[in-house]
């Protein structure tokens, strides 16, 4: 492989903007929106933790793209530019950087979405990537997870599963014919752009699996909440998986579709600013502790031996 500052001046620079400076300087400089509030995230991939060895460099690029992406939708936020780490061995093949490189640029191109710094590394271990991405949003309008109130509507956005049956899939522990949970799985579709601000109580991205993302809504916001799990909308191939996988379904994560809390009487509203996003209520908040509980179509208790994923 090339050089650092070869790898920097051939694969990064050219995607960086003005507010860059070249890359030639320590930062960046950036000057926000007038009358906004910047909003700040950050979210790292790491292999053999957050992508398969074999996955596709330009798709790992991608998916750290748009877990980030992510996180500004469940704000209602902007996306303004960002910062890219990587830690690559010193064997990582010069066609993974720069079909890497070939990632960021398709989604930079596909969001509008300028590169402006960051930082290169070697690594002994695993290849680690990270990217912090800065956002915008007006004073007053973030969507925060700690505002549902007893009697709120739990909505999703899309389909909950295929990312998790994808990692699944991939291990060779079920089927995939259609190749739909790979592709979920690889390239999630973040929720950007939606209208949200003033219908909404609270919001979260389903990452880490729809009942522990819930669980934080709840804990945020003093209350409990009950998923419908008969109501959760699945995609074709999740639902041909059969009953054996809901508990994956329901706490495998990877999904990045958006948990809303919103009230009852603004669904009709709440479902225009969604307009092209698929929307499905999936149950309600109730009073008391901040626990989830998931009921099936006779609401009776769904038991689930884990919540979601957790790295430690």
């Known amino acids: 492989m090339s050089g650092e500052f070869g790898r920097i001046a051939r694969y990064f620079a050219p995607l960086a903007s003005a507010e860059a400076l070249g890359l030639a300087d320590d930062a960046a400089l950036w000057t926000p929106p007038a009358g906004r509030q910047a909003v700040l995230t950050v979210d790292q991939m790491i292999e053999g933790v957050h992508f398969l060895p074999d996955d596709p460099a330009d798709l790992v690029a991608r998916k750290l793209m748009r877990r980030n992406l992510s996180d500004l939708a469940a704000m209602g936020a902007r996306a303004e530019g960002y910062l890219l780490t990587t830690a690559l061995r010193a064997d990582t093949p010069e066609t993974w950087l720069s ?164 009230p009852a009487a603004s669904d009709h509203e709440l479902r225009q600013a969604c307009a092209g996003t698929p929307l499905t209520r999936i149950g309600h908040f109730v009073a008391g502790a901040p626990a989830v509980t998931a009921v099936d179509k006779d609401g009776r208790p769904v038991t689930l031996a884990r919540t979601g994923w957790q790295h430690f």
């Open 99 to 262: 079909a890497f490189a070939e990632g960021l640029a398709a989604d930079q191109a596909r969001f509008g979405l300028p590169l402006w710094g960051g930082d290169s590394s070697s690594t002994p271990g695993p290849v680690m990537t990270s990217i912090t991405m800065i956002g915008s949003v007006e004073p007053g309008a973030a969507l925060r997870r700690g505002g549902a109130v007893a009697g709120d509507a739990l909505y999703v956005t899309g389909t909950i599963g295929d990312a998790a049956l994808g990692l699944h899939a991939a291990r060779g522990e079920i089927a995939d014919p259609t190749g739909q949970f790979r592709a979920r799985r690889l390239l999630p579709e973040p929720r950007i752009g939606l209208a949200l601000a003033g219908l909404v109580h609270a919001a979260i991205d389903v990452s880490d699996g729809l009942v522990q993302d819930l669980g934080h809504v709840c804990r945020a916001s003093g209350c409990g909440a009950v998923i419908e799990a008969d109501r959760v909308p699945l995609s074709p191939a999740a639902r041909a998986a059969g009953p054996a996988w809901r508990e994956t379904i329901l706490t495998g994560g990877d999904d990045y579709e958006l948990l809303i809390a919103a």
